[in-house]
């Protein structure tokens, strides 16, 4: 069964940048599509971003589009979301997900797998 454990959130002011991180153990990396999504204060749950298994394809929310950018390294099991020009409306705790149906992702009901979060905070 594979674990995802997410690190890289912190306290960031707005403008700045910062890269999350996933780090996939216990099984094939490879064979999920991955992505983030993330909660805000009194929110729900949103996407944000996937990309599927071979790294071809990515998908972004309106809101982060063109700022936020995923990538992922299977040799290393790993899946990072670099957020750039970050807004205090991106505060939420950030997410990492793993699914294998690539087109029903971005509602949250095909994931297979959640991370615990991390938390990312945009100061004014």
């Known amino acids: 069964q594979v674990q995802l454990v997410e690190s890289g959130g912190g306290l960031v002011q707005a403008g700045g940048s910062l890269r999350l991180s996933c780090v996939a153990s216990?099984?094939?990396?490879?064979?999920?599509?991955m992505g983030w999504f993330r909660q805000a204060p009194g929110k729900e749950r949103e996407f944000v971003a996937v990309?599927?298994?071979?790294?071809?394809?990515?998908r972004y929310s309106d809101p982060v589009k063109g700022r936020f950018t995923i990538s992922r390294d299977n040799a290393k099991n790993t899946v990072y979301l670099q957020m750039t020009s970050l807004k205090p409306e991106d505060t939420a705790v950030y997410y990492c997900?793993?699914?294998?149906?690539?087109?029903?992702?971005?509602?949250?009901?095909?994931?297979?797998?959640w991370g615990q979060g991390t938390l990312v905070t945009v100061s004014l």
């Open positions: 997900a793993a699914g294998r149906a690539y087109g029903s992702f971005i509602t949250a009901r095909s994931i297979e797998l």
């Open positions: 216990g099984g094939t990396f490879s064979m999920y599509h």
């Open positions: 990309i599927s298994w071979g790294g071809v394809n990515t």
